[in-house]
């Protein structure tokens, strides 16, 4: 099964901007937590920054199960990005192409610069790589010093999200990781053959499952909402760990 999925992950780097905030608790603890959260990566992180209707992400169906039409995610609802952001208590960051039609509200929380299609190296793409998105950010990073950066930094985290054995985790759910949806085939897509495309005549060159909750993968590369939940659901212990400390 190693062979078959390693195609499929992504490694992301999320820069967490803290503040001093207040737990509610009888002895009044107070922790330190992620105020902001500024995204670099690829479409397992993209909200939206790709501009119409350049990407599939843009086509029905995606998005049929939030917000239940195309919202430039490539997902049927929900991505990695929006449950990051749920675990840590804060609204998504809006993203950057959609920065100047956001309030100082919304841009409190940080920014997306992720983009569906990007690399780390430089290459023909049109797609802005890693170094591309840092440098729109004002911000530079090292994929090897994170525990330095930790050190180094004063309550902000740097996390790297171990998507891989989440993955392999979940795959080889038989029923015994609570909280964790089993899938009966993960690695079938509820969106099948060339998803969200028609030929010329206007007919679907794709068929739908007739429940995307029942999926892993939406359209073979991408997780379901339900696929990303069932991974946060593995990886939320450790990670709030690791961001949230005393």
């Known amino acids: 099964m190693d062979s078959l999925i390693k195609p499929f992950f992504s490694l992301l780097l999320f820069f967490f901007s803290s503040l001093l905030f207040g737990v509610a608790s009888s002895n009044q603890h107070h922790l330190y937590g992620p105020e902001k959260l500024f995204v670099f990566g690829d479409s397992y992180a993209d909200t939206g920054n790709i501009k119409k209707p350049h990407a599939v992400s843009w086509r029905v169906p995606y998005g049929i199960s939030f917000p239940g039409k195309p919202p430039g995610r490539f997902s049927d609802g929900l991505v990695s990005t929006d449950f990051l952001a749920i675990l840590l208590r804060i609204q998504s960051p809006i993203p950057y192409l959609w920065k100047d039609y956001a309030g100082n509200k919304r841009l409190r929380y940080g920014m997306n610069f992720a983009y569906g299609g990007t690399g780390v190296f430089n290459t023909q793409s049109s797609s802005p790589n890693m170094s591309i998105q840092i440098k729109y950010a004002g911000a530079w990073s090292n994929s090897q010093v ?32 609570p909280g964790s949806t089993r899938f009966e085939t993960p690695l079938k897509p509820c969106c099948e053959g060339s998803c969200a495309n028609v030929d010329e005549k206007g007919e679907k060159k794709y068929s739908l499952c007739d429940d995307p909750k029942s999926a892993f993968f939406w359209d073979g590369l991408h997780p379901t909402q339900q696929g990303w939940e069932s991974v946060y659901s593995v990886l939320g212990k450790t990670l709030t760990a690791s961001l949230i400390k005393p």
Request: charged residues 20%.
């Open 146 to 177: 994170v525990a330095k950066l930790n050190n180094e930094t004063n309550h902000s985290a740097f996390a790297i999200i171990d998507f891989y054995n989440a993955f392999l985790t979940i795959f080889k759910n038989k029923g015994e990781n």
